[in-house]
């Protein structure tokens, strides 16, 4: 199954058993409380993974690691480099 | 007689594990100034660890004499460390690996880039991470563990992040690192792989791991930390993001 399918599966289940919750289409006589809670549900979801992925994308841009040692490292052996290959006959 | 038996098996399993080659493919076009740098590194770092390896050269055609400084550099450490596989013009990283994996002797291959943005120091510890886990692919990762990047702005970072985050919410791929080009892979998954792929570009690299996870192949990581000294010259802009987006989409909807 591909992934776009998994999330059409995945979402219709939920829609499905919102609506029949919040519509009570199967005359569950499910109680008023119960119904007023599930209604706003998606969302409230879409909402709160919203914030979760700005969280998230925020925390990790933020912790991003800067390698300084490694490009101070890099230009040091370049130039190594550079002396080693002319001394190896290298015509740059 | 059991003795000569086990004796038999210890050395064979020793000469098994030292007929490890590693091939490193680097596709360039236009790499006049670092390709003897990328090279001495590798030398020195393959050296130092004792493994044996071989480097292929694909040169698309490049106009900058690319080429001339390989010869030099197969002059400097050997045909059989530095290999000349070059093409006529720019003809794409997927065929590149196709015409490298040809010409590989060895049993592993390493892609990388040849601009000295990944480092060779980390070759060691890919393969180290390979033995360990039998992995049929080791990535390096910019995003986990020490993983890091230099040379980045805020803007670009946080493209960066939001890709990846938007890939591994529709992806869920198991790898967190799914744009990045520095890997290690076992011979036979590489011909697999490249096989089944036909996107271009970055979102050819994510294919590569979206499918590897699909044929059931083990993938392993290591961090690494990616020097960028061209981002200042070719800035990420709205074009690629555009295509990065199709080609994510493509992924979610194909895979």
Known sequence: MTKLLEWLLGVSVVVTAWGLLTFDLLDLKVPQVYREVVWPMPVYLLVVFGCYSIATVGYRVATFNDCEEAAQELQAQIKEAKLDLKKKGLKF | ?255
């Open chain 2, 1 to 255: 007689f059991i003795c000569p038996d086990v004796r038999a098996g210890k050395s064979s399993s020793k000469r098994q594990a030292n007929k490890d080659k590693y091939s490193v493919l680097l596709p360039t076009y236009n790499e006049r100034e670092n390709l003897p740098l990328i090279v001495w590194l590798l030398v020195k770092y393959f050296g130092e660890s004792g493994y044996d390896y071989e480097i292929i050269v694909i040169d698309d055609g490049s106009p900058d004499g690319t080429l001339q400084v390989a010869q030099q550099l197969q002059g400097i450490y050997g045909a059989h460390r530095v290999l000349l596989r070059p093409r006529e013009k720019k003809l794409g990283l997927g065929t590149a690996y196709i015409h490298g994996i040809k010409h590989a002797t060895g049993n592993f291959i390493i892609i990388m880039d040849a601009d000295l943005s990944h480092h060779p120091k980390f070759i060691p510890e890919f393969i180290q991470k390979q033995k360990e886990g039998g992995f049929d692919v080791v990535s390096g990762t910019r995003y986990s563990g020490n993983g890091g990047v230099y040379g980045w702005d805020l803007r670009r970072k946080l493209i960066s992040r939001g890709a990846n985050f938007l890939t591994q919410v529709l992806l869920r791929p198991g790898a967190s690192d799914l744009t990045g080009s520095f890997r290690l892979y076992k011979k036979e998954v590489l011909e697999q792989l490249v096989d089944r792929c036909v996107s271009k570009g970055y979102v050819f690299q994510m294919e590569m791991i979206v499918r590897a996870r699909q044929l059931g192949y083990s993938i392993g990581e290591v961090p690494i930390s990616f020097v960028d000294r061209v981002y200042g010259e070719s800035k990420l802009g709205g074009n690629e993001i555009v295509s990065f987006l199709k080609g994510l989409l493509t992924l979610f909807a194909t895979t």
